[in-house]
């Protein structure tokens, strides 16, 4: 009879053991949904970044050039 009880206790926790797999395995397929949602979010954020960095830098550039052209064609 000892053997029928623990044939029948593994055969109820096994189902369970094979849920709580799939659970673990759907969790871990989010996670790296969302980190890989993140690490787009913070690329095209660096790159709207660098872009305006970069405008910036060149309307400075373009400025200076154009201050120093002045005060060269005053003298």
């Known amino acids: 009879m000892t053997s029928s009880m623990s044939e029948t206790q593994y055969l109820t926790t096994e189902p369970m053991f094979r849920k709580k797999l799939d ?14 949602g993140l690490i787009v979010i913070i690329l095209l954020v660096a790159s709207y970044m660098s872009n305006m960095t970069e405008k910036t830098q060149r309307n400075l550039k373009n400025l200076l050039k154009q201050e120093r052209d002045f005060l060269i064609n005053k003298f």
Do not use: M, P, R, V
């Open 23 to 36: 659970n673990n395995g759907q969790g871990s397929a989010e996670l790296i949904l969302i980190t890989g």
